[in-house]
């Protein structure tokens, strides 16, 4: 690791700390994912091997933070460590809001469009090669801020699915952006959770305040409710069966403009939360809501 120069420490991953760093040969600046290897286990673990695996093959894509280089060193214990070379984006949409929100403006229509079309390209390729994300946040999109081009990062938590969709944990996703079904239990889920929090990530675009913020599993599960109104068996079958499904108070769905007053129609169809009905990531980017934007460069 004497390639790198650590500047400073920007960030914790899912699985390690991230430094931004430069590159002593080229003097670049890149971001460095410390990954402490557990001396217990037989080689480099199974979570750090999937992510790079994932990352190498996903790489391709503009819209997916870039792995240019994987290096092994050891820290001052003498313990080894691995570190993820990642170009290096200097900020992300949870900044990008907060800077919004303390100014007192709102993030204009453009950019807010510019950026859900990009975060929506980068998803769909994801879901094209049979990868969930799992982990998706303001926090894990980053972006450069002279040409706002966004690209998904931590992919820590990701994992390949298949048909017959396989059985996942439901510990998965901060709370807020936490899709229903994972909620209430479910352990066989596919890219709608994704798109869950997608969604989430669009009205947060646009308020600047967190659409769900709930501080439990159950007092998330009721901001839903009283935004969206209790799902129940004729609205989505089977609901009952899920492991932490209750009778809820049955509240009446509200309207979405109520809870996210600055879109326009087009732009209130991409927030639906029953999975089988949830919209992909492809056929968002179909959506008349981004007919204005200037796809080429992109």
């Given at each position: 690791m004497d390639a790198f120069e650590k500047l400073e420490k920007v960030g914790e991953g899912t699985y390690g700390k991230v430094y931004r760093a430069r590159e002593k040969a080229t003097g670049k600046i890149v971001a460095l994912k410390k990954t402490r290897l557990h001396e217990d286990d037989e080689g480099v673990p199974a979570t750090t091997l999937r992510e790079v695996s994932i990352l190498r093959m996903l790489s391709r894509d503009p819209h997916i933070v870039r792995l240019m280089d994987v290096k092994q060193g050891q820290n001052k214990e003498g313990k080894t460590v691995l570190y993820l070379v990642f170009e290096y984006m200097d900020t992300d949409l949870k900044k990008l809001i907060r800077s919004f929100r303390q100014s007192g403006e709102i993030i204009p229509a453009k950019t807010v469009k510019c950026l859900m079309y990009q975060l929506c390209k980068g998803v769909a390729f994801c879901h094209r090669h049979g990868i969930l994300h799992r982990d998706l946040k303001p926090h894990n999109v980053l972006m450069d801020q002279k040409t706002s081009m966004l690209k998904?990062?931590?992919?820590?938590?990701?994992?390949?699915?298949?048909?017959?969709?396989?059985?996942?944990?439901?510990?998965?996703?901060?709370?807020?952006?936490?899709?229903?079904?994972?909620?209430?239990?479910?352990?066989?889920?596919?890219?709608?959770?994704?798109?869950?929090?997608?969604?989430?990530?669009?009205?947060?675009?646009?308020?600047?305040?967190?659409?769900?913020?709930?501080?439990?599993?159950?007092?998330?599960?009721?901001?839903?409710?009283?935004?969206?109104?209790?799902?129940?068996?004729?609205?989505?079958?089977?609901?009952?069966?899920?492991?932490?499904?209750?009778?809820?108070?049955?509240?009446?769905?509200?309207?979405?403009?109520?809870?996210?007053?600055y879109l326009d129609e087009n732009g209130l169809d991409l927030l639906s939360y029953e999975p089988s009905k949830r919209i992909s990531a492809k056929k968002v980017m179909e959506h008349p809501y981004f007919d204005d934007v200037d796809k080429t460069r992109l």
């Open positions: 998904i990062a931590d992919l820590g938590l990701a994992r390949a699915f298949t048909l017959p969709i396989k059985k996942y944990t439901h510990e998965i996703l901060t709370l807020w952006y936490r899709a229903l079904e994972v909620l209430l239990g479910s352990t066989h889920y596919s890219t709608a959770v994704d798109m869950w929090s997608v969604g989430c990530i669009f009205a947060e675009l646009v308020t600047k305040q967190a659409l769900f913020p709930g501080d439990s599993e159950l007092q998330q599960l009721l901001h839903i409710f009283r935004l969206l109104g209790a799902p129940n068996e004729e609205v989505w079958p089977r609901v009952s069966r899920l492991v932490n499904w209750h009778e809820y108070p049955q509240w009446k769905p509200q309207s979405l403009s109520s809870a996210v007053p």
